[in-house]
């Protein structure tokens, strides 16, 4: 496999360094810094870690994304199911307008981060600010944002947040294979266990991991209209149960008829790791911003950690997920 210079690991081509605002070269040298399980900078920005690119796309969402109060945005750590979140809510919200699954469905052709893009994507550009409002509702957009960082318009609205998150451990060790497939032999990449080390105290894109789940966790209890919460793991388990829930959240609940005509099955059955895995787009296409599609699928299964993590490392990680979570009533 080709390998990606580390301008390119988890960046669009199109951004540089040297495209970053004036605001963010300014902002930059003020930030904590460390080095990242794959790239040589993260920067801590109001207690959550990025990359200097992705903080001047993240930093102009925040700045100029107006959400409407239909808009759908769809948020997770890097690593907990993103893609497979991306494809159920395409499919359900689209399920009228493509009603035959098997044909001519948008999700045979095109790798789910290609129908929902990352606001970060669409804000990378320092000199141009997209236009948003021409797409037709309801917009689904996606972001890693932490729930404080959010856009101002986003927390105003009523648009709705689908949260879903994962075990650390198999949000861990996908985040492992996903860099090392990125940057195969490179000098950047940490060893597992100082990745694993950095991991834990909080130093990973977009973390801590565990902040970064509280803040959604938090405001779905507050807020449960607004912010739906959702773990990989249970989705896993009861897909069906909770892509109805998703539906009833989003205001578009399948109805008897729809239940019975077995459209609840044909989108698990086309948003499904094998069927997306195995499309040709997933196999050997590649996004517009050079990441190819299939780093995207690897096992898609959960307990995945045990392969890979010693049982020091099991223990030290769940200890912290148990201090961090338990007295918030939430655990794995
Ligand atoms: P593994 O590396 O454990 O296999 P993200 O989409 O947030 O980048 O997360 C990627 C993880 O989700 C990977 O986990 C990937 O295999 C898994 N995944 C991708 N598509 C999936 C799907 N349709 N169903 C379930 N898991 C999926």
């Given at each position: 496999m080709e390998k990606l210079s580390d301008e390119n690991i988890f960046v669009p081509k199109c951004l540089q360094e040297s495209d970053l605002s004036q605001e963010c070269k300014e902002l930059i040298p003020t930030l904590p810094l460390e080095k990242g399980m794959f790239t040589a900078a993260l920067h801590q920005y109001q207690g959550f870690w990025f990359t200097p690119n992705f903080l001047q796309g993240d930093l102009s969402c925040q700045k100029h994304f107006q959400a409407l109060d239909n808009d759908i945005l769809l948020v997770t750590s890097p690593k907990s199911g993103t893609t497979w979140l991306k494809a159920l809510s395409f499919a359900l919200i689209n399920r009228n307008k493509y009603p035959n699954i098997h044909i001519n469905h948008p999700l045979l052709t095109t790798n789910p981060h290609g129908l929902v893009p990352f606001l970060v994507n669409l804000y990378f550009d320092k000199d141009f600010v997209p236009d948003?409002?021409?797409?037709?509702?309801p917009r689904l957009f996606s972001t890693h944002l932490p729930y404080e960082l959010l856009p101002k318009s986003v927390k105003e609205s009523t648009c709705k947040v689908v949260y879903l998150c994962r075990d650390p451990k198999d949000t861990f060790v996908s985040l492992w294979h996903f860099g090392n497939k990125l940057v195969p032999q490179s000098s950047e990449v940490l060893s597992l266990e100082d990745a694993f080390k950095s991991f834990c105290k909080g130093v990973s894109l977009y973390g801590p991991f565990w902040e970064h789940v509280l803040g959604y966790w938090k405001k779905s209890l507050e807020s449960s209209e607004k912010v739906m919460f959702l773990k990989y793991e249970e989705m896993k388990m009861k897909p069906d149960f909770y892509l109805k829930e998703i539906a009833k959240f989003l205001e578009c609940p399948f109805s008897k008829e729809e239940e019975s005509k077995g459209v609840v099955d044909d989108i698990l059955n086309l948003c499904s790791f094998e069927n997306l895995s195995n499309l040709e787009v997933n196999k050997t296409g590649k996004m517009s911003y050079g990441v190819e599609n299939k780093v995207y699928f690897r096992l898609g299964q959960v307990g995945d950690w045990k392969n890979l993590l010693t049982i020091e490392m099991i223990e030290h990680i769940n200890t912290i997920t148990e201090n961090k979570f338990v007295k918030h009533g939430l655990n794995f």
């Open positions: 948003l409002q021409k797409i037709p509702p």
